[in-house]
């Protein structure tokens, strides 16, 4: 039984209807001395959020009573930091990037080898929780360019109001660019968990276009973050809070 009175235990709650797979991918996480709960379903997994904490959902994209794609994007318009893996069979790329675009921190096509799924976990669970910054008049806004980000909903604020709302991995990088602008980030800082491999790694790279993309959606917002070849990134921007 898990002992849930150790601070250090992370919880993982796996989603799927398959009780095979869903059983399959608990035994496997057992190893990994976790807080393990599972769910057949959406309200199963609502209320298993709701009775205590979660750190990360394994998620099965088609459950029987709802998509998990609108659960994503539920859990991210509520401001919540839970990271999520999606677990599929769809494949395309379009599925692939609407799961990352409503709020998933990662993503797996069925079938899966359970070691890559153990690393990923291992992985999203091995970042520092990165909260808001938190400047001494604590401040709820970061406006820089055209835009404001919601430090307590983790969402953009666009010029007109629209909302745009940000996975994990994109609050937690512009997190970064926010509490150090005009100043040029290496890589590796930019992400941490992946120091050693930073030098390699195309992750960093492709969450900085989607975060870009996300920011050329204002005017003015396209030139943000710029690519200083050979030494990281930079939010080209002031930074001022409200």
Same mark, same amino acid.
Do not use: H
């Given at each position: 039984?898990?002992?849930?009175?150790?601070?250090?235990?992370?919880?993982?709650? =796996? =989603?799927?209807?398959?009780?095979?797979?869903?059983?399959?991918? =608990?035994?496997?996480?057992?190893?990994?001395?976790?807080?393990?709960?599972?769910?057949?379903?959406?309200?199963?997994?609502?209320?298993?959020?709701?009775?205590?904490?979660?750190?990360?959902?394994?998620?099965?994209?088609?459950?029987?009573?709802?998509?998990?794609?609108?659960?994503?994007?539920?859990?991210?318009?509520?401001?919540?930091?839970?990271?999520?893996?999606? =677990?599929?069979?769809?494949?395309?790329?379009?599925?692939?990037?609407?799961?990352?675009?409503?709020?998933?921190?990662?993503?797996?096509?069925?079938?899966?080898?359970?070691?890559?799924?153990?690393?990923?976990?291992?992985?999203?669970?091995?970042?520092?929780?990165?909260?808001?910054?938190?400047?001494?008049?604590?401040?709820?806004?970061?406006?820089?360019?055209?835009?404001?980000?919601?430090?307590?909903?983790?969402?953009?604020?666009?010029?007109?109001?629209?909302?745009?709302?940000?996975?994990?991995?994109?609050?937690?990088?512009?997190?970064?660019?926010?509490?150090?602008?005009?100043?040029?980030?290496?890589?590796?800082?930019?992400?941490?968990?992946?120091?050693?491999?930073?030098?390699?790694?195309?992750?960093?790279?492709?969450?900085?276009?989607?975060?870009?993309?996300?920011?050329?959606?204002?005017?003015?917002?396209?030139?943000?973050?710029?690519?200083?070849?050979?030494?990281?990134?930079?939010?080209?921007?002031?930074?001022?809070?409200?």
């Amino acid at each position: 039984m898990a002992d849930l009175s150790d601070p250090r235990r992370n919880s993982v709650i =796996v =989603v799927d209807d398959d009780a095979d797979i869903r059983g399959l991918i =608990v035994d496997q996480l057992r190893q990994e001395n976790y807080d393990l709960l599972s769910a057949s379903n959406l309200a199963e997994l609502r209320q298993a959020l709701r009775d205590q904490p979660v750190d990360l959902i394994v998620l099965d994209l088609n459950l029987p009573d709802g998509d998990g794609l609108s659960l994503c994007r539920e859990l991210r318009a509520e401001g919540s930091g839970i990271q999520i893996i999606m =677990v599929t069979a769809r494949g395309s790329a379009i599925d692939r990037v609407l799961g990352l675009e409503l709020g998933a921190d990662d993503y797996l096509t069925k079938p899966f080898e359970p070691r890559e799924l153990l690393v990923r976990i291992r992985n999203l669970l091995r970042r520092p929780r990165v909260e808001a910054p938190a400047p001494a008049d604590q401040s709820r806004y970061a406006v820089f360019g055209p835009w404001r980000l919601d430090l307590l909903q983790r969402r953009l604020i666009a010029p007109d109001d629209r909302l745009v709302m940000l996975s994990s991995a994109e609050f937690r990088l512009l997190s970064r660019f926010i509490e150090e602008p005009n100043v040029v980030l290496a890589r590796e800082t930019l992400l941490p968990e992946r120091r050693a491999t930073a030098a390699f790694d195309r992750t960093i790279d492709l969450q900085v276009s989607r975060l870009r993309q996300k920011l050329a959606g204002a005017t003015g917002g396209a030139d943000l973050i710029l690519t200083v070849r050979g030494e990281g990134y930079v939010l080209a921007s002031p930074v001022r809070y409200e």
